[in-house]
């Protein structure tokens, strides 16, 4: 009696999924450079912070210094508006104005002293002008750079054209104009500084001046003077 053999199964499809194929080989492949990727940029920063550290100690950058060094009185006029049709002896004293219009013109030099090893970047800055707490004016200087172990003086011209004051703002001030003789003003402002480090910029630094002046108005000059600094912001 002749044997029969079952027939041979047929092949598989050209499509048949086989599982642990070349996909699962990309995928590892995939997963491993992106491990090698990160653990190349993790230790990248850690040279570059490493580099940075070593730098700011062999430098050991000091904070910039800025400091308002002269202040001249180019012009001062008070003009009294809405004044009594019948003054007494002076027609600047207080009692006979009912407002004042004032106009002025400071001229401001400041010192920039960088005794650092590196250079530093000097953004634009603005400051203020007021008297008894009224802001009369806005001065600018213009951002710099300044070399490593430097001085640089920059100038600065806060102009008042005509500001109004009210009637009893206006009474102070031409009381101080017209006897005293001395008005005083207060000079307000930020300066923001970046030092920079082989072609990098640390963070800005924040140095408020706050300045008092007393300007004689009879000589258009400058009596008092006294700065303080608020202290270093990141």
Partial sequence: MTST????????????????????????????????????????????????????LAVKPKKPEFTLQQVGVQYINLVPTNPNPNPPSSSLAPAATAGASLSLAVR???????????????????????????????????????????VRHVRSTVVVDRVSLMQADAADLVRDVSLNDRVELRIMGDVRARIRIVGLTSPAVQVSIDCAIAISPRKQSLSYKQCGFDGLQL
């Fill in 5 to 56: 053999r079952p027939p041979p199964p047929p092949p598989p499809p050209s499509n048949y999924y086989y599982p642990n194929s070349s996909t699962s080989s990309s995928s590892a492949s995939i997963k491993g450079c992106c491990c090698c990727l990160f653990l190349l940029f993790s230790l990248l920063a850690l040279l570059v912070t490493a580099v940075i550290l070593v730098i700011l």
């Fill in 108 to 150: 401001m030099v400041f010192t920039a002293r960088n005794e650092n090893k590196v250079g530093i970047k000097y953004e634009e800055s603005t400051f203020s002008i007021m008297y008894r707490g009224i802001p009369l004016g806005r001065g600018s200087v213009p951002g710099f750079y300044q070399p490593a172990r430097s």
